[in-house]
Protein backbone atom coordinates (compact mmCIF):
# COMPACT_ATOMS: atom_id res chain seq x y z
CA UNK A 1 0.00 0.00 0.00
CA UNK A 2 1.13 3.39 -0.62
CA UNK A 3 2.19 5.96 2.03
CA UNK A 4 3.68 8.29 0.41
CA UNK A 5 1.43 11.91 -1.49
CA UNK A 6 1.20 11.28 -4.92
CA UNK A 7 3.46 14.00 -5.76
CA UNK A 8 2.06 16.92 -8.26
CA UNK A 9 5.34 18.60 -9.83
CA UNK A 10 4.48 21.53 -11.77
CA UNK A 11 5.58 22.31 -15.12
CA UNK A 12 7.95 24.89 -15.96
CA UNK A 13 6.08 27.36 -17.92
CA UNK A 14 8.04 26.69 -21.25
CA UNK A 15 6.56 23.00 -20.93
CA UNK A 16 3.14 24.30 -20.54
CA UNK A 17 3.63 26.64 -23.47
CA UNK A 18 4.64 23.93 -25.75
CA UNK A 19 1.87 22.31 -25.18
CA UNK A 20 -0.65 25.28 -25.83
CA UNK A 21 1.16 25.89 -28.95
CA UNK A 22 1.30 22.44 -30.04
CA UNK A 23 -2.63 21.65 -29.25
CA UNK A 24 -3.26 25.61 -31.07
CA UNK A 25 -1.57 24.37 -34.70
CA UNK A 26 -4.24 21.13 -34.13
CA UNK A 27 -7.50 22.75 -31.92
CA UNK A 28 -9.70 23.20 -34.91
CA UNK A 29 -8.90 19.46 -36.01
CA UNK A 30 -9.33 18.23 -32.22
CA UNK A 31 -12.39 19.91 -31.98
CA UNK A 32 -13.91 18.15 -34.97
CA UNK A 33 -12.97 14.83 -34.35
CA UNK A 34 -15.00 15.13 -30.77
CA UNK A 35 -12.53 12.55 -29.13
CA UNK A 36 -12.06 14.30 -25.68
CA UNK A 37 -8.09 13.34 -24.74
CA UNK A 38 -5.34 13.88 -28.03
CA UNK A 39 -1.46 13.12 -27.31
CA UNK A 40 0.98 15.59 -28.52
CA UNK A 41 4.41 14.93 -29.07
CA UNK A 42 7.06 17.65 -27.34
CA UNK A 43 10.59 17.71 -28.92
CA UNK A 44 12.91 17.36 -25.56
CA UNK A 45 16.89 18.34 -26.00
CA UNK A 46 19.04 15.87 -27.44
CA UNK A 47 21.57 16.38 -24.46
CA UNK A 48 18.37 14.46 -22.00
CA UNK A 49 18.92 10.99 -24.52
CA UNK A 50 15.36 11.38 -25.99
CA UNK A 51 14.15 12.93 -29.24
CA UNK A 52 10.27 13.77 -28.42
CA UNK A 53 8.00 13.31 -25.01
CA UNK A 54 4.51 12.05 -25.86
CA UNK A 55 2.09 14.19 -23.38
CA UNK A 56 -1.87 14.07 -23.15
CA UNK A 57 -4.16 16.94 -23.12
CA UNK A 58 -7.72 18.34 -23.90
CA UNK A 59 -9.68 21.15 -23.88
CA UNK A 60 -9.48 21.52 -20.18
CA UNK A 61 -5.68 20.81 -19.54
CA UNK A 62 -4.85 23.90 -22.46
CA UNK A 63 -7.39 26.13 -20.56
CA UNK A 64 -5.76 25.06 -17.11
CA UNK A 65 -2.20 25.61 -18.77
CA UNK A 66 -3.26 28.88 -20.44
CA UNK A 67 -4.05 30.20 -16.48
CA UNK A 68 -1.38 29.18 -15.03
CA UNK A 69 0.81 30.58 -17.96
CA UNK A 70 -1.51 34.42 -17.20
CA UNK A 71 -0.19 33.78 -13.45
CA UNK A 72 3.58 33.33 -14.66
CA UNK A 73 3.37 36.15 -17.31
CA UNK A 74 6.35 37.86 -15.46
CA UNK A 75 8.27 34.93 -15.88
CA UNK A 76 7.69 34.87 -19.97
CA UNK A 77 10.38 36.02 -22.15
CA UNK A 78 8.81 38.82 -24.87
CA UNK A 79 9.34 35.95 -27.50
CA UNK A 80 7.74 33.84 -25.29
CA UNK A 81 4.52 36.18 -24.59
CA UNK A 82 4.28 36.71 -27.70
CA UNK A 83 4.22 33.00 -28.87
CA UNK A 84 1.17 32.43 -26.59
CA UNK A 85 -0.51 35.38 -27.68
CA UNK A 86 -0.36 33.79 -31.65
CA UNK A 87 -1.61 30.70 -29.79
CA UNK A 88 -4.31 32.44 -28.34
CA UNK A 89 -5.35 33.41 -31.19
CA UNK A 90 -5.41 30.40 -33.03
CA UNK A 91 -6.96 28.35 -29.96
CA UNK A 92 -9.90 31.37 -30.38
CA UNK A 93 -9.98 31.29 -34.40
CA UNK A 94 -11.19 27.53 -34.00
CA UNK A 95 -13.27 27.64 -30.91
CA UNK A 96 -15.02 30.65 -32.97
CA UNK A 97 -15.54 28.44 -35.84
CA UNK A 98 -17.02 25.45 -34.11
CA UNK A 99 -18.86 26.98 -30.81
CA UNK A 100 -21.02 24.21 -30.71
CA UNK A 101 -18.51 21.24 -31.58
CA UNK A 102 -16.61 22.84 -28.59
CA UNK A 103 -18.89 23.32 -25.98
CA UNK A 104 -20.22 20.00 -26.60
CA UNK A 105 -16.41 18.69 -26.65
CA UNK A 106 -16.12 20.63 -22.91
CA UNK A 107 -19.42 19.21 -21.44
CA UNK A 108 -18.01 15.62 -22.14
CA UNK A 109 -14.70 16.16 -20.89
CA UNK A 110 -15.91 17.74 -17.46
CA UNK A 111 -18.65 14.91 -17.43
CA UNK A 112 -15.56 12.37 -17.70
CA UNK A 113 -13.70 14.45 -14.60
CA UNK A 114 -16.86 14.20 -12.73
CA UNK A 115 -17.11 10.78 -12.85
CA UNK A 116 -13.67 10.54 -12.04
CA UNK A 117 -13.94 12.54 -9.09
CA UNK A 118 -17.17 10.73 -7.62
CA UNK A 119 -15.00 7.33 -8.35
CA UNK A 120 -12.66 8.94 -6.25
CA UNK A 121 -14.69 9.63 -3.58
CA UNK A 122 -16.60 6.25 -3.30
CA UNK A 123 -13.02 4.71 -3.26
CA UNK A 124 -12.16 7.34 -0.51
CA UNK A 125 -15.04 6.04 1.54
CA UNK A 126 -13.73 2.51 1.87
CA UNK A 127 -9.86 3.15 2.20
CA UNK A 128 -9.16 6.80 4.03
CA UNK A 129 -5.32 6.21 3.31
CA UNK A 130 -5.02 5.84 -0.08
CA UNK A 131 -7.60 8.30 -0.45
CA UNK A 132 -4.76 10.77 1.16
CA UNK A 133 -2.09 9.78 -0.45
CA UNK A 134 -3.71 10.22 -4.00
CA UNK A 135 -5.47 12.81 -3.21
CA UNK A 136 -2.78 15.62 -4.48
CA UNK A 137 -2.68 14.03 -8.09
CA UNK A 138 -6.68 12.62 -8.47
CA UNK A 139 -7.94 16.79 -7.41
CA UNK A 140 -6.38 17.75 -11.15
CA UNK A 141 -9.38 16.83 -12.22
CA UNK A 142 -11.67 18.91 -9.94
CA UNK A 143 -9.20 22.10 -11.08
CA UNK A 144 -9.05 21.85 -14.76
CA UNK A 145 -13.17 21.05 -14.13
CA UNK A 146 -12.94 24.87 -12.95
CA UNK A 147 -10.98 26.35 -15.65
CA UNK A 148 -13.95 24.62 -18.53
CA UNK A 149 -16.58 26.27 -16.58
CA UNK A 150 -15.60 29.18 -17.10
CA UNK A 151 -15.31 28.48 -20.80
CA UNK A 152 -18.75 26.76 -21.31
CA UNK A 153 -21.42 29.03 -22.32
CA UNK A 154 -23.81 30.49 -19.07
CA UNK A 155 -26.64 27.80 -19.62
CA UNK A 156 -23.96 25.27 -19.72
CA UNK A 157 -22.23 26.10 -16.95
CA UNK A 158 -24.81 26.18 -14.70
CA UNK A 159 -26.24 22.59 -15.14
CA UNK A 160 -22.17 22.25 -14.28
CA UNK A 161 -22.24 23.83 -11.20
CA UNK A 162 -25.16 22.16 -10.20
CA UNK A 163 -23.59 18.29 -11.24
CA UNK A 164 -20.45 19.64 -8.96
CA UNK A 165 -22.22 20.50 -6.28
CA UNK A 166 -22.42 17.25 -4.73
CA UNK A 167 -18.62 16.25 -5.34
CA UNK A 168 -17.97 19.65 -3.52
CA UNK A 169 -20.35 18.83 -0.90
CA UNK A 170 -18.42 15.61 -0.21
CA UNK A 171 -14.39 17.00 -0.77
CA UNK A 172 -15.64 19.60 1.70
CA UNK A 173 -16.73 16.67 4.20
CA UNK A 174 -13.77 14.98 3.88
CA UNK A 175 -10.94 17.84 3.44
CA UNK A 176 -8.80 18.88 6.28
CA UNK A 177 -8.01 22.76 5.82
CA UNK A 178 -3.69 23.00 5.20
CA UNK A 179 -1.30 23.97 3.07
CA UNK A 180 -1.12 24.01 -0.77
CA UNK A 181 -0.83 20.04 -1.99
CA UNK A 182 1.18 20.63 -5.30
CA UNK A 183 4.09 22.56 -5.23
CA UNK A 184 4.65 25.46 -3.80
CA UNK A 185 6.37 27.60 -6.61
CA UNK A 186 2.91 27.86 -8.10
CA UNK A 187 0.43 28.45 -4.81
CA UNK A 188 0.44 32.08 -6.12
CA UNK A 189 -1.76 30.73 -9.34
CA UNK A 190 -4.44 29.11 -7.38
CA UNK A 191 -5.52 31.61 -4.46
CA UNK A 192 -7.02 29.54 -1.53
CA UNK A 193 -10.95 31.39 -1.70
CA UNK A 194 -11.17 30.21 -5.48
CA UNK A 195 -9.29 27.15 -5.60
CA UNK A 196 -9.89 25.62 -1.71
CA UNK A 197 -9.95 21.87 -2.40
CA UNK A 198 -6.10 22.43 -3.53
CA UNK A 199 -5.82 23.71 0.29
CA UNK A 200 -5.30 20.17 2.97
CA UNK A 201 -6.10 16.74 3.07
CA UNK A 202 -8.73 14.42 3.22
CA UNK A 203 -8.27 13.39 6.91
CA UNK A 204 -6.20 9.90 7.63
CA UNK A 205 -7.65 6.53 8.80
CA UNK A 206 -9.21 5.85 12.35
CA UNK A 207 -6.60 5.19 14.38
Same mark, same amino acid.
Given at each position: ??????????? $???????????????????????????????????????????? %?????????????????????????? %???????? %???????????????????????????????????????????????????????? $????? $?????????????? $???????????????????????????????????????????
Amino acid at each position: MASRLSTVVAA $APETDLAVVVTMATQFESYILRGEVYRTVVLPVDADSGAGERPV %QSSCGDVLARLHKLAAQSDSLSPEQK %QTLTEARA %QIDKATGRLPSHYQALLLREARARLNSLNWFLDDCSENRRECRVQYPFEIRNRQRI $AEIGK $ALDAASADALATQL $AGVDQGLQAMLGRGDFVWEGSVAHVYPRDEYWYLYGLPAGPNP
